[in-house]
T-cell receptor, first 112, second 116 residues
Framework: KNQVEQSPQSLIILEGKNCTLQCNYTVSPFSNLRWYKQDTGRGPVSLTI?????NTKSNGRYTATLDADTKQSSLHITASQLSDSASYIC???????????FGAGTRLFVKA | EAGVVQSPRYKIIEKKQPVAFWCNPISGHNTLYWYRQNLGQGPELLIRYENEEAVDDSQLPKDRFSAERLKGVDSTLKIQPAELGDSAVYLC??????????????FGPGTRLTVL
């Protein structure tokens, strides 16, 4: 069964600190993995997208990594800001383009 | 350029009443998606359109849910009759490509439905 599991479910960090969010998937055959940021009351916004051959991709203070062998991805946030408080959703698609599976998300709270 | 537009943003109805949501995708985007997102969960696909054709509606509860995209542009999602368990955020997204997962999806702000 195609699944995307994220951890932790929620996370509280102090402003200025770094954090790493995890995503494990069983979607096969794999095509690409995306990380989305969803602010409260808003739709998700894409942060990064990685295909099978890509190991890392950055978008400002956000850096995503992908290990296609172990089927794991991480999203690292550097020097967190209050505006980083949001849900971060991992999304995995198969090569046929027929299945796109969303994870449940990690809820991040950045405190001053 | 305007993003994906959805209306209304919020809707409160009593159970057994009908409700409809409207979505206008980004201009030029042929693919349109409707998702349902329950609290604390990721979005779940309800239906995907390629132009005016529904190419994936396998997760749409067809006994009470219906959708249309008559001219291949804007779309309407309807629930009739609504049940308490339908309370959720209904998200619309659009993309430029026919593949469900190959191209970035752009999401609207969603419609938060509360069924009393």
């Amino acid at each position: 069964k195609n699944q995307v599991e994220q951890s932790p479910q929620s996370l509280i960090i102090l402003e200025g600190k770094n954090c790493t969010l995890q995503c494990n998937y069983t979607v096969s055959p794999f095509s690409n993995l995306r990380w989305y940021k969803q602010d409260t009351g808003r739709g998700p916004v894409s942060l990064t997208i990685m295909t099978f051959s890509e190991n890392t991709k950055s978008n400002g203070r956000y850096t995503a990594t992908l290990d296609a062998d172990t089927k794991q991805s991480s999203l690292h946030i550097t020097a967190s800001q209050l505006s980083d408080s949001a849900s971060y959703i991992c999304v995995v698609s198969d090569t046929g383009g027929f299945k796109t599976i969303f994870g449940a998300g990690t809820r991040l709270f950045v405190k001053a | 350029e305007a993003g994906v537009v959805q209306s209304p943003r919020y809707k409160i109805i009593e159970k057994k009443q009908p409700v409809a949501f409207w979505c206008n995708p980004i201009s030029g985007h042929n693919t349109l998606y409707w998702y349902r997102q329950n609290l604390g969960q990721g979005p779940e696909l309800l239906i995907r359109y390629e132009n005016e054709e529904a190419v994936d509606d396998s997760q749409l509860p067809k006994d009470r849910f219906s959708a249309e995209r008559l001219k291949g542009v804007d779309s309407t999602l309807k629930i009739q009759p609504a049940e308490l368990g339908d309370s959720a955020v209904y998200l619309c997204a659009s993309s430029t490509n026919g593949l469900a997962g190959g191209i970035e999806q752009f999401f609207g702000p969603g419609t938060r439905l509360t069924v009393l």
